[in-house]
């Protein structure tokens, strides 16, 4: 049973950093595409970043504008998102998201339609 757990986040002021990861059970990373989105109350979930299963080719929302890097390292089976220059619209909740991919590079994908194994979440406050 594939299990994604978030951590790292939490609460900081405006142009501060955190780190956050997403440590997975019961997959392997070298096989799945990636990704971190975003959710607040009564907004629908939204891209932040996707990374693709083998290739390490990445994509990020507009709104990142270089302030955010993923990453993953598939021997520790752990995704994680540095996030810089946070901002008080940066405050959501932060959930990790893996699809299968058996074979090739790996795509990279921004909707999470295309996903179907999700982590918790973990809440980042920022406060300007």
């Known amino acids: 049973q594939v299990k994604l757990t978030e951590s790292g986040g939490g609460s900081v002021q405006a142009g501060e950093s955190l780190l956050l990861s997403c440590v997975g059970s019961?997959?392997?990373?070298?096989?799945?595409?990636m990704g971190w989105f975003r959710q607040t109350p009564g907004k629908e979930r939204e891209a932040v970043a996707a990374i693709a299963a083998r290739s390490g080719a990445t994509r990020y929302a507009q709104f990142v504008k270089g302030r955010f890097t993923i990453s993953k390292d598939n021997t520790k089976n752990t995704l994680f998102l540095q996030m810089n220059s946070l901002q008080p619209e940066d405050s959501a909740t932060y959930y990790c998201?893996?699809?299968?991919?058996?074979?090739?590079?790996?795509?990279?994908?921004?909707?999470?339609?295309?996903?179907?194994?999700w982590g918790q979440g973990t809440q980042v406050t920022v406060s300007s």
């Open positions: 019961g997959l392997d990373y070298q096989h799945y595409s």
């Open positions: 998201a893996a699809e299968f991919m058996p074979s090739g590079p790996g795509g990279v994908f921004l909707m999470h339609e295309n996903y179907d194994n």
